[in-house]
């Protein structure tokens, strides 16, 4: 019964945006592949974040920071009904924090926007930078640009604030969706992630420091 309640959830016509694939035959695909057969093996997340011998860091990052926006978009999809301009005025985390946009293009300031605009613009955003060959470059020999890592961090600490977001406003929907063990292996997984290889600034962890992997018990 829970696969088929897993399966509702999770529905492909609820998929927030289509997801983005690693070609067959590159190393990008091979590292994919090693990646989530160690996940489904049932590894302790926190053997699974580390660097394979032999592997290039920067093909790591890359192939996880897809697999975490491919992820969390899902999430954030299923979550998309019950987060409404209505309900989530504003881009937040509890009382305490607040996520304001900004961007090259059209919101230069930090600008105040609801939950469900940030998010559009958010997952817009990163797909339009993971679709950038000078950015995520997917041919073979072809270097990674010198700002790649702190192009990733700015992705992975705006994916974060969904977390966030999702935890802290819209728990009981995610409970009421049978997704709590789902929601919880990913939200550990990418917090392993992200502090194997320090990628994103330990305050921005604050308002989930409750959530944190071993706190607490």
Known sequence: AMALCLKQVFNKDKTFRPRKKFEPGTQRFELYKKAQASLKSGLDLKAVVQLPPGESINDWIAVHVVDFFNRINLIYGTMSEYCTERSCPIMSGGLKYEYRWQDDSKYKKPTKVSAPQYMCMLMDWIEMLINNEDIFPTRIGVPFPKQ?????????????????????????????????????????????????????????????VRMAPGWGG
């Open 148 to 208: 790649f890592q702190q192009v990733c961090t700015k992705i992975l600490t705006r994916l974060f604030r969904v977390f966030v977001h999702v935890y802290i406003h819209h728990f009981d929907s995610i409970i009421n969706m049978g997704a709590e063990a789902h929601v919880n292996t990913c939200y550990k997984h990418f917090y392993y992630f992200i502090r194997e290889f320090s990628l994103i600034d330990h305050r921005e962890l604050e308002p989930l």
